[in-house]
């Protein structure tokens, strides 16, 4: 891998990730860009204890452009974009429009490949593999930050999700606290090492594998199950086998195997509701430690993966006592959806 950084022309940092060792990233930002003006501001709930990111200015951010007007594909045929080159392999950059700032944290967008009609579940394992490496060259890069407690590398993918760019893409946020699921998740695990005296997460792990009527595919460094209290309609935690606090700590084994597991996993997640279905809208989050904190060594790295739609034209929706109490209601059995999950295998 290669990895080029330059700025844009108001000054935001760009990163190329390449597959080749001699490609040359020397194109220049053209645009007229004014310095970027940003409002966030962090406000801490008295009552829930929480934080709500306030953003005023990502109300002008780019809508739902045409696909020759798409500011993530490639500078061609004189039309400017966020990205100078011609063409890229992984570009990360930082938002224009971003949710945190300065002293309240860090946001970037990853661009998976420059072709605008592809969906990361058409890269090959060599392009996933890309992907994976500046996942943990980003998260290396945004921990060594003050303003940094957490880093979350997370991709929306659909419409139905709430995507206003249709381009082949993902974020990376770097919180300036501990954010609240993170925070549940590490008061059970100490909660569970005082009561048991072993960790929550390798438990978690061992049960389901020991059960095994969740489990949607499993591997030498990696295991995938849907979780027996899942919350959406088709959900999957993916887990190496190692236990790992973040990117930055997976072994050269679970590397090597992750963009065969990772895309088996998205290849199946688009022919759950049969053939010329959408392709599924998903959420797919990385959850890593939270830096500085007590019970960081205890904290398993694993990715999220789960679905909106419930079934074919339908979705789920965060009504009355998911939004109003935090309550989840889920409509498809977790054992039902682990294998529905298992019989739509890549062949």
């Known amino acids: 891998m290669k990895k080029t950084v330059t700025t844009l022309a108001d000054g935001r ?4 990730y390449d597959l080749a060792d001699d490609t040359v990233r020397d194109a220049v930002d053209q645009r007229p860009l004014d310095a970027v003006s940003t409002s966030s501001e962090v406000r801490r ?3 829930l204890g929480d934080a709500v990111a306030i953003a005023s200015h990502r109300q002008a951010r780019t809508y739902h452009p045409p696909a020759d007007a798409c500011p993530l594909c490639p500078t061609r045929d004189g039309r400017h974009s966020e990205i100078p080159d011609d063409h890229y392999d992984v570009a990360v950059f930082e938002n224009r429009f971003p949710s945190l700032a300065g002293d309240s944290g860090r946001c970037e967008v990853v661009c998976f490949t420059s072709d605008h009609d592809a969906s990361f579940a058409d890269l090959t394992e060599e392009q996933a593999a890309l992907v994976l490496a500046a996942w943990t060259d980003r998260t290396a890069a945004l921990a060594a930050l003050d303003q940094v407690t957490q880093v979350f590398c997370f991709e929306n993918r659909g419409a139905e ?3 206003t760019l249709g381009h082949p893409h993902g974020q990376i946020y770097g919180y300036p606290f501990v954010t609240p699921r993170t925070e549940l998740m590490l008061r059970n695990a100490a909660r ?5 005296g072993s960790n929550l997460f390798d438990d978690v792990v061992a049960r389901e594998e020991k059960d095994a009527t969740r489990v949607v595919l499993a591997t030498d460094h990696w295991i995938a199950f849907v979780p027996y209290a ?3 309609p088709y959900e999957v935690h993916l887990y190496p086998r190692r236990r790992v606090p973040d990117l930055r700590d997976l072994d050269e084994g679970a590397r090597t195997e992750f963009p065969q597991v990772y895309l088996e996993l998205l290849r199946r997640f688009d022919r759950i509701f049969g053939p010329g279905e959408p392709p599924t809208p998903y959420i797919s989050a990385w959850h890593q430690a939270p830096l500085g904190v007590d019970g960081r ?5 694993h990715l999220e993966l789960f679905t909106i739609r419930r079934t074919s034209g339908k979705l789920k929706f965060l009504a009355g006592s998911e939004s109003g109490m935090n309550v989840f209601i889920n409509d498809v059995p977790p054992e039902a959806a682990a294998e529905r999950l298992r019989e739509v295998a890549t062949q």
Do not use: K, N, Q, S
């Open 45 to 47: 709930d008295p009552l």
């Open 13 to 16: 940092e760009l990163i190329y």
């Open 192 to 196: 569970h090492h005082r009561e048991t």
């Open 297 to 301: 060594d205890d904290f398993a790295l």
């Open 230 to 232: 899942a919350h959406w």
């Open 161 to 163: 999700i709430g995507v």
